[in-house]
């Protein structure tokens, strides 16, 4: 396609309300720039206008990290307490994931926090012996489909009774609370910490179980294989044949982040935080698990026509109609896949806690997961936003958590200062917005 | 007044659709085509020839009937008495999707963006292509990438570019595109330049002549006459809710179609 500089374009944004440089900043750089130099050069013109990316986040997690070192007196970056930290952001991560599902409808999943706590209360009651004793994978199984079921009624109350998402969430956070407080009954708890128990043992290897050092090279070896393999052939087969494709050189860079970043993360779990007798290193199991999910949701909302039409939805939901989208089922499917991560969150939760009970505080997991959604750069006015944001937004929201408490902040100032870098984060996303066009259907 | 007694019921192809040079068949004829919303009587008997080839203006004043005209041949309301040939051939449109069939495709005033995708995913919204369950971005890319380039839309700078960041135009254009892709044979537009500056309407106008060419049959609805005389072949009046004049663009002026839609009738 034609990569001239275009005269009729040009002259005619003059005569409308868009400032001219518009149609350079909210056109992504990779797909414009022809060599890395003009990548750069149009990104460094796209965050100038407003239109930031991933950047904000990025530095923001530098400049927690660096205060955070400085003030824990290099307690914070030690591999042992980066583990933790790992561990702790896993639970905010899929929380984000699951209201990025309902954020890119331009909709909200006030409930997913407490589907999250019905989740870990499913699972760790179906494993108790004396008790139902289910083999670990129904007792996940189970509590996944119970979460979805949940996320699909809310779905179809808003879809098809077209009733307010936040008010229906809300109703439903105040449900799945009871339903929760009902089901862990008067013991209140139950856990999941027996090692002698097979079931409930893998349950809580789920986050504290250590890949082996080796497998965990090789694993990643195995892995950034694939991805450079798969990278390489989807972005040069689309050079070559004359499709629009990043430039070769930012091919290399974001296979070289993606090993770098890899790397690290081995590294750091590989050293042994255990002590000279009790070794304890590797990357827990936690962590490729849910970057399968990850993976699964990015393919779903990329590559296939729910994701596609998801994001039509969020971006203009009367020309989804007019193409013929039903978008009740899409929002009925994307509500239930909201659950269903919510209840995967749950897992991870009883799995990291070793167990459940009536404390857990939903309504303020929820509002986390939000937050991990909206500091990654997921819009709150829907179509604009990426299922992978949630993994740096709830990194940042893991870090403020595992920083404040290494420091032993009193949790009331750990609420404040998760709010302030909320406040900012949808700041950000507004600001954004207002700078360039995306989201709004009336100008023409 | 038009609704002449003998344009009741044509026999394909003969002396019904005098106003179209002779030996063709108009792609679309409507004949006597009355639509009324509770009292309202929002069309009345209206006759009306869309051939292939030739763009067809229909200007009226607001509440003239135009968009109901319009959405009577887009399936969207079904008229209450009258009837619909295409190609010759009494069909019934029970929605959008038989108009589509037919190759009956309609670009609204607002375009149907949305605005977060990119200009290929717009065009196929709806009708996307897969690929063992996965979508087939190749394959659509390289289509979108054609049908612009067939419509001579070569301002874009990608076409994988947000719509957001596109010009009004260009928006028009690639709304447009979107409609023709699907082998369409009659594309109504809807006030395509209302919205738009000098240079943008040119490049829209040549682009409604670009699909003429292609041996589309264009109806540009517009009170915009200075557009209408610059691409029209024929026009055609509506004047609240009737059809009070069609014919060659070259047998109006502007004087007489401002007199046709603001009193039904001129004095030549």
Same mark, same amino acid.
């Given at each position: 396609?034609?990569?001239?500089?275009?005269?009729?374009?040009?002259?005619?944004?003059?005569?409308?309300?868009?400032?001219?440089?518009?149609?350079?900043?909210?056109?992504? $750089?990779?797909?414009?720039?022809?060599?890395?130099?003009?990548?750069?050069?149009?990104?460094?013109? !796209? @965050?100038?206008?407003?239109?930031?990316?991933?950047? $904000?986040?990025? %530095?923001?997690? @530098?400049?927690?990290?660096?205060?955070?070192?400085?003030?824990?007196?290099?307690?914070?970056?030690?591999?042992?307490?980066?583990?933790?930290?790992?561990?702790?952001?896993?639970? %905010?991560?899929?929380?984000?994931?699951?209201?990025?599902?309902?954020?890119?409808?331009?909709?909200?999943?006030?409930?997913?926090?407490?589907?999250?706590?019905?989740?870990?209360?499913?699972?760790?009651?179906?494993?108790?012996?004396?008790?139902?004793?289910?083999? +670990?994978?129904?007792?996940?199984?189970?509590?996944?489909?119970?979460?979805?079921?949940?996320?699909?009624?809310?779905?179809?109350?808003?879809?098809?009774?077209?009733?307010?998402?936040?008010?229906?969430?809300?109703?439903?956070?105040?449900?799945?609370?009871?339903?929760?407080?009902?089901?862990?009954?008067?013991?209140?708890?139950?856990?999941?910490?027996?090692?002698?128990?097979?079931?409930?043992?893998?349950?809580?290897?789920? @986050?504290?179980?250590?890949?082996?050092?080796?497998?965990?090279?090789?694993?990643?070896?195995?892995?950034?294989?694939?991805?450079?393999?798969?990278?390489?052939?989807?972005? %040069?087969? !689309? !050079?070559?044949?004359?499709?629009?494709?990043?430039?070769?050189?930012? =091919?290399?860079?974001?296979?070289?982040?993606?090993?770098?970043?890899?790397?690290?993360?081995?590294?750091?779990?590989?050293?042994?935080?255990?002590?000279?007798?009790?070794?304890?290193?590797?990357?827990?199991?936690?962590?490729?698990?849910?970057?399968?999910?990850?993976?699964? +949701?990015?393919?779903?909302?990329?590559?296939?026509?729910?994701?596609?039409?998801?994001?039509?939805?969020?971006?203009?939901?009367?020309?989804?109609?007019?193409?013929?989208?039903?978008?009740?089922?899409?929002?009925?499917?994307?509500?239930?896949?909201?659950?269903?991560?919510?209840?995967?969150?749950?897992?991870?939760?009883?799995? +990291?806690?070793?167990?459940?009970? =009536?404390?857990?505080?939903?309504?303020?997991?929820?509002?986390?997961?939000?937050?991990?959604?909206?500091?990654?750069?997921?819009?709150?006015?829907?179509?604009?936003?990426?299922?992978?944001?949630?993994?740096?937004?709830?990194?940042?929201?893991?870090?403020?958590?595992?920083?404040?408490?290494?420091?032993?902040?009193?949790?009331?100032?750990?609420?404040?200062?998760?709010?302030?870098?909320?406040?900012?984060?949808?700041?950000?996303?507004?600001?954004?917005?207002?700078?360039?066009?995306?989201?709004?259907?009336?100008?023409? | 007044? #038009? *609704?002449?007694?003998?344009?009741?019921?044509?026999?394909?192809?003969?002396?019904? #659709?005098?106003?179209? #040079?002779?030996?063709?068949? /108009?792609?679309?004829?409507?004949?006597?085509?009355?639509?009324?919303?509770?009292?309202?009587?929002?069309?009345?008997?209206?006759?009306?020839?869309?051939?292939?080839?030739?763009?067809?203006?229909?200007?009226?004043?607001?509440?003239?009937?135009?968009?109901?005209?319009?959405?009577?041949?887009?399936?969207?309301?079904?008229?209450?008495?009258?009837?619909?040939?295409? *190609?010759?051939?009494?069909?019934?449109?029970?929605? /959008?999707?038989?108009?589509?069939?037919?190759?009956?495709?309609?670009?609204?005033?607002?375009?149907?963006?949305?605005?977060?995708?990119?200009?290929?995913?717009?065009?196929?919204?709806?009708?996307?292509?897969?690929?063992?369950?996965?979508?087939?971005?190749?394959?659509?890319?390289?289509?979108?990438?054609?049908?612009?380039?067939?419509?001579?839309?070569?301002?874009?700078?990608?076409?994988?570019?947000?719509?957001?960041?596109? *010009?009004?135009?260009?928006?028009?254009?690639?709304?447009?595109?979107?409609?023709?892709?699907?082998?369409?044979?009659?594309?109504?537009?809807?006030?395509?330049?209302?919205?738009?500056?000098?240079?943008?309407?040119?490049?829209?106008?040549?682009?409604?002549?670009?699909?003429?060419?292609?041996?589309?049959?264009?109806?540009?609805?517009?009170?915009?006459?200075?557009?209408?005389?610059?691409?029209?072949?024929?026009?055609?009046?509506?004047?609240?809710?009737?059809?009070?004049?069609?014919?060659?663009?070259?047998?109006?002026?502007?004087? #007489?179609?401002?007199?046709?839609?603001?009193?039904?009738?001129?004095?030549?």
């Amino acid at each position: 396609m034609a990569k001239v500089e275009d005269e009729v374009g040009r002259t005619a944004l003059d005569d409308e309300v868009e400032p001219t440089a518009a149609a350079e900043i909210a056109a992504p $750089p990779e797909i414009l720039a022809e060599s890395l130099g003009q990548y750069v050069r149009a990104w460094g013109r !796209r @965050v100038a206008g407003g239109e930031s990316g991933a950047l $904000p986040v990025v %530095f923001a997690l @530098v400049i927690i990290a660096v205060a955070f070192e400085i003030w824990t007196q290099g307690l914070f970056l030690s591999p042992q307490n980066l583990v933790n930290l790992f561990i702790e952001s896993m639970v %905010f991560m899929t929380l984000g994931m699951a209201e990025i599902f309902v954020l890119l409808l331009g909709e909200i999943d006030l409930s997913a926090g407490y589907i999250l706590a019905v989740s870990a209360g499913v699972a760790g009651l179906l494993v108790q012996k004396p008790g139902p004793d289910w083999p +670990w994978w129904l007792a996940i199984v189970t509590a996944l489909v119970c979460s979805g079921v949940t996320g699909a009624v809310w779905g179809l109350l808003v879809s098809k009774l077209h009733l307010p998402s936040f008010v229906v969430t809300l109703a439903g956070l105040l449900i799945m609370w009871g339903v929760m407080l009902v089901m862990l009954g008067n013991a209140g708890e139950v856990s999941v910490a027996s090692r002698i128990l097979v079931n409930q043992h893998v349950l809580y290897q789920i @986050v504290w179980g250590n890949i082996p050092p080796v497998a965990g090279w090789v694993g990643l070896a195995v892995l950034s294989l694939l991805f450079a393999g798969f990278t390489i052939s989807r972005d %040069f087969g !689309r !050079r070559r044949k004359g499709l629009v494709a990043p430039p070769p050189g930012l =091919t290399i860079l974001k296979i070289a982040f993606f090993v770098a970043a890899g790397i690290a993360v081995v590294a750091v779990c590989n050293v042994n935080r255990g002590s000279a007798v009790v070794v304890l290193a590797g990357v827990p199991w936690v962590v490729p698990i849910v970057l399968v999910v990850l993976l699964l +949701w990015v393919v779903l909302l990329q590559r296939t026509k729910f994701g596609r039409y998801v994001y039509a939805i969020g971006g203009n939901p009367d020309a989804a109609r007019r193409a013929g989208i039903s978008l009740a089922t899409v929002r009925t499917w994307a509500f239930a896949l909201a659950g269903v991560t919510a209840g995967f969150s749950g897992i991870l939760y009883l799995s +990291w806690q070793g167990g459940t009970s =009536t404390n857990v505080n939903g309504g303020q997991y929820v509002l986390y997961g939000v937050a991990a959604a909206v500091i990654g750069g997921t819009s709150l006015f829907g179509g604009r936003g990426k299922i992978a944001q949630a993994v740096l937004g709830g990194l940042v929201i893991g870090a403020i958590y595992n920083g404040l408490y290494l420091q032993g902040v009193q949790v009331q100032w750990q609420l404040i200062a998760t709010g302030l870098v909320l406040v900012g984060a949808v700041l950000v996303d507004t600001l954004s917005r207002r700078g360039t066009l995306s989201g709004s259907a009336t100008r023409i | 007044m #038009s *609704s002449a007694p003998g344009s009741e019921s044509p026999t394909p192809g003969a002396p019904g #659709s005098a106003l179209v #040079s002779p030996g063709t068949q /108009p792609l679309l004829q409507l004949r006597g085509v009355d639509k009324h919303f509770g009292a309202v009587q929002a069309l009345y008997h209206v006759d009306l020839d869309l051939p292939a080839a030739q763009v067809t203006a229909l200007c009226g004043d607001n509440g003239a009937g135009k968009s109901v005209l319009t959405r009577c041949i887009a399936g969207i309301h079904q008229p209450d008495r009258g009837e619909i040939l295409w *190609s010759g051939k009494q069909v019934h449109l029970r929605g /959008p999707r038989d108009a589509a069939d037919l190759g009956i495709e309609v670009v609204y005033q607002d375009l149907a963006l949305a605005d977060n995708l990119d200009i290929v995913q717009n065009m196929f919204l709806g009708r996307e292509r897969v690929h063992r369950g996965l979508l087939n971005e190749d394959s659509m890319e390289r289509a979108a990438a054609e049908t612009l380039r067939n419509l001579k839309v070569t301002t874009v700078r990608s076409i994988r570019q947000p719509v957001a960041s596109l *010009s009004g135009g260009q928006r028009q254009a690639v709304a447009v595109a979107k409609a023709v892709m699907w082998n369409s044979k009659l594309v109504l537009l809807d006030e395509p330049t209302a919205a738009l500056g000098v240079v943008q309407t040119r490049m829209v106008l040549d682009l409604v002549r670009t699909l003429r060419d292609h041996g589309l049959g264009v109806m540009l609805v517009s009170h915009n006459l200075n557009d209408v005389f610059q691409v029209a072949d024929r026009i055609a009046v509506l004047h609240l809710g009737r059809k009070v004049a069609e014919g060659p663009a070259a047998d109006f002026d502007l004087q #007489s179609v401002v007199e046709y839609m603001t009193t039904g009738s001129a004095h030549r």
